[in-house]
């Protein structure tokens, strides 16, 4: 019913057939076999990606930025790559836990790392990682940015950046600001402010973004560099007043708000905070690109770009290699301010 398989040839024509092979496997076509493997791997990868459900891991808790952004592009990468994208908090060291986790997967994809450029200042100021950022990660994009904002108190009798200022010169050593944590970007953003200002105001840090704000609706702390999308919802309290973002341009959802960077003597002046996705190095470069395709052709949409100002991030479309740049003048500007104004992170 069936055909009989062939005969297997004898050892010493099996010999023979390896012999042969090795004659003709010489120059020109030694490098097309060398080339096979990869060649048959990216034609894997274009098909088989994902087998399995995807894990986007955010590294921090729920309700912050990667966190939504996650939940926000999972149900679309779903359908892009027809299988299940799910989010995953693992919160904990400034990010380091979610990082370690994505450097060991296996690289096949299916372990995504939502991260922010807290990376960044972590790996800048020394704190202890068991992975190297820019050896063990491979970024794929940075898809939007959430820009720190400088809001006062109400009952601070100041309106604009010029009258802080001014108030501040006015009365030393009378203001603090208040920040998400020391070695965020907005501790160095407020400190690199009073600096640039001439005015002194000490630093509060709080753990998290949260309590901060807490703490400025109340007035204890009148000055608050925090992120535009926890200080946006309580504008229309009137506890507290938005009077810059401490950013290059202005941002699309408060375009009557001025940037620091308009400002002179605050020209270079920039602390949004990115936020991208990586994978572990292991990761093929095959699978890299199309990450990498599909991810900014996501970014590019104007549905993508729209329910990101809908959440008061700043779109983004930053690709891979683009991201890594960024990575790498930030090591160097984090480095810079926190042996300037002498900021530590035990």
């Known amino acids: 019913m ?12 099996i010999r023979a057939i390896r012999a042969s092979m090795a004659r003709w496997a010489t120059g020109p076509r030694r490098a097309a076999l060398a080339l096979l493997p990869a060649v048959m791997l990216a034609g894997a990868c274009q098909a088989a990606y994902p087998e399995h459900p995807v894990t986007l891991v955010s590294a921090f808790p729920p309700g912050g930025s990667t966190d939504v952004i996650g939940r926000m592009l999972s149900p679309k990468l779903g359908e892009i790559f027809k299988q299940t994208f799910i989010v995953e908090n693992r919160a904990g060291a400034s990010g380091n836990i979610a990082s370690e986790y994505v450097v ?11 991260g922010n450029n807290t990376m960044t200042v972590n790996a800048a100021l020394g704190v202890k990682q068991n992975f190297d950022l820019r050896k063990d990660l491979t970024p794929i994009i940075a898809i939007a940015e959430t820009p720190v904002a400088l809001a006062v108190s109400s009952k601070l009798p100041v309106n604009s950046v010029q009258e802080l200022i001014a108030y501040g010169k006015a009365h ?7 920040s998400c944590g020391t070695g965020t970007a907005q501790h160095f953003a407020g400190v690199e402010f009073a600096h640039r200002a001439g005015i002194d105001m000490v630093h509060v840090p709080y753990k998290g973004c949260a309590p901060a704000l807490t703490d400025g609706l109340g007035g204890q702390v009148p000055v608050m560099f925090n992120a535009i999308s926890n200080i946006d919802p309580q504008l229309k309290s009137g506890k507290i007043k938005l009077l810059a973002v401490a950013t290059k341009h202005r941002v699309p959802f408060h375009p009557d708000v001025p940037a620091l960077a308009e400002m ?3 020209q270079d002046y920039d602390f949004a905070v990115w936020l991208g996705f990586f994978v572990t190095a292991k990761t093929p470069q095959p699978l890299v690109d199309k990450l990498r395709k599909e991810f900014l052709a996501l970014a590019r949409e104007k549905e993508t770009r729209d329910a990101l100002t809908q959440r008061l991030f700043v779109p983004l ?3 891979g290699p683009q991201l890594q740049q960024q990575i790498a003048t930030e090591l160097v500007k984090w480095k810079k301010l926190a042996d300037e104004y002498h900021i530590t992170i035990d």
């Open 104 to 114: 060991r997967s296996a690289g096949d994809g299916e372990v995504i790392l939502i």
């Open 172 to 178: 030393p050593g009378t203001l603090s600001f208040s």
């Open 2 to 13: 069936y055909d009989r398989p062939a005969p297997l040839p004898k050892p010493p024509a």
């Open 317 to 319: 479309d930053m690709d």
């Open 264 to 266: 002179p003597g605050f």
